[in-house]
């Protein structure tokens, strides 16, 4: 069994609500379905992912396929744009999900993520859960038992198919997740993802307008503006971070698919023939990148798309692959962190055409002498997704330690870097404890706690994810050194007092 599928997503909620890492939005209120708020402990957790991946992507160093240095520009763009941009880009009219409704619970579902248990028997009652909710399915199973009065599925009669698959007839036998009585699942219907809103003071449907659903239609909007304000050139990159907003038939599973969400994402334009070679080294390289930041293990994986997945725009083009994360609630199964697509030159011939710049919105490459629309690798990331996975996998059971487990975040990515203790208050030590305290947050996220046993100090910094505790003690005043404590091991050492600065830097890669 993989070490994710023995993690309780009740505990690692419980942990980020008690320790600060994400809380419910409008909790006071009762919170909103899909909206989430992160605590002091989950902004700098996820200010780190943000902030490692823009220096990665955009200021770090890289050379490309043919050796090339790889350019990456950034940008920053609006949250609401012309609602033009959203009919070019194909998301007014193609941005749905199949939803259906519960007319007896209330409840709304993406018919897309329902599968109905029963027995293959034309009139057969069927009962409809979530794909992948294990507590739905065994309900679902004792149910159909006691409808059938047998004591054990028959594999040769008793199917889990796909909602979307079952006829109109067969719908009407159907019940669904909350329901108790058959045929209260509404057919499916196309619903747009898209939040809607009025820009101006009257509301008015000639002024409707949009919050984006992705961060990459600005970048596209924007392409002719970098070409013509900078000194980039094909092949190069456009990064940009920001929220995105979906309004989701169902969100679900904590952070993971959310109304409002953070994107990480780059298009990077080159030529046409040379797709295949830039999307196989961002594809390899972004699977690096998060290997990197500690999801080293098993638990994550790249998966090739297959060709009936593709995206319109991705159908003739060089690939798509997801980078996948098995979250406790996917495990054994993976969730997507990252896609990594070839979107072919589909954003920008649109734009070109729907904003009537046709052949002048070309690019004109004065190395090849040719003008051209340049094709899009385009790896898309999620900063909130990224941020779960990094609280999944570190969430570690100990029950030999105080506080029964602890976060073993990559150094990178650990919210707090350091922890600096005074062993005792008196004789000095809190005094230099402070002052080294005042030195290392100069740099770096760090705690000064004076407070309460060593043990439990230690104990906080565990749930906190503090990869070093550094105590001040009766030899760091006749010797000037102090103990670091490491985290994982609990194993001490003693390093001089002036070297923890540059001791901590080397460790935590300078984030
Ligand atoms: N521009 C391409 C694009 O937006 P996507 O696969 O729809 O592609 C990219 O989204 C990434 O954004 C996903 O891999 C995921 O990490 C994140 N994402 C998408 N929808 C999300 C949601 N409802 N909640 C949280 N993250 C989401």
Sequence with gaps: MSANATKSMDEIVALCRRRGFIFQSSEIYGGINGFWDYGPLG?????????????????????????????????????????????????????????????ESKARYRADHLVALGAIDPGARLFVVIEGDEQQLEKAVKALLKYERCDALDPARHVVRPFTKLSAEERTHAIGPDAKAPGSLTEPRQFNLMFKTNVGAVEDPSNIAYLRPETAQGIFANFENVVNSTRVRVPFGIAQVGKAFRNEVTPRNFTFRSREFEQMETEFFIHPSQANEWYAWWRDRRFAWWQSIGLAGENLQLREHDRDELAHYAKEGAGTSDIEYRFPFTAPG???????????????????????R???????????????????????????????????????????????????FHPRMAPVKAGVFPLVNKDGMPEVAEKLYRALRKKHACEFDPKQTIGKRYARMDEAGTPYCITI??????????????RDTQQQERIAIDSVPGWIDERVGGA
């Design 473 to 486: 003690d009766g030899d760091s005043m006749t010797q000037q050194t102090v103990t670091v404590r490491h």
């Design 358 to 408: 046709r052949e002048k919105a070309r690019y004109f490459d004065t190395e090849r002498n040719e003008r051209y629309f340049p094709h899009v690798i385009e790896p898309s990331a999620g900063a909130d997704r990224g941020t779960l996975a990094l609280l999944c996998e570190a969430y570690t059971k100990d029950e030999s330690r105080p506080s029964g487990v602890y976060m073993k």
């Design 43 to 103: 902004t700098q957790l996820k200010r780190n992912l943000k902030d490692a991946w823009w220096r990665d992507t955009v200021q770090g160093e890289a050379k490309g396929p043919g050796g090339e240095e790889v350019q990456v520009v950034g940008v920053d763009c609006t949250i609401i744009m012309n609602p033009r941009v959203w009919e070019a880009s194909g998301h007014v009219g193609g941005f749905n999900d199949p939803m259906v409704d519960c007319k």
């Design 334 to 356: 993976f969730g997507e962190l990252e896609g990594v697509a070839h979107r072919s030159d589909y954003d920008l011939r649109q734009h070109a055409e729907h904003s009537g």
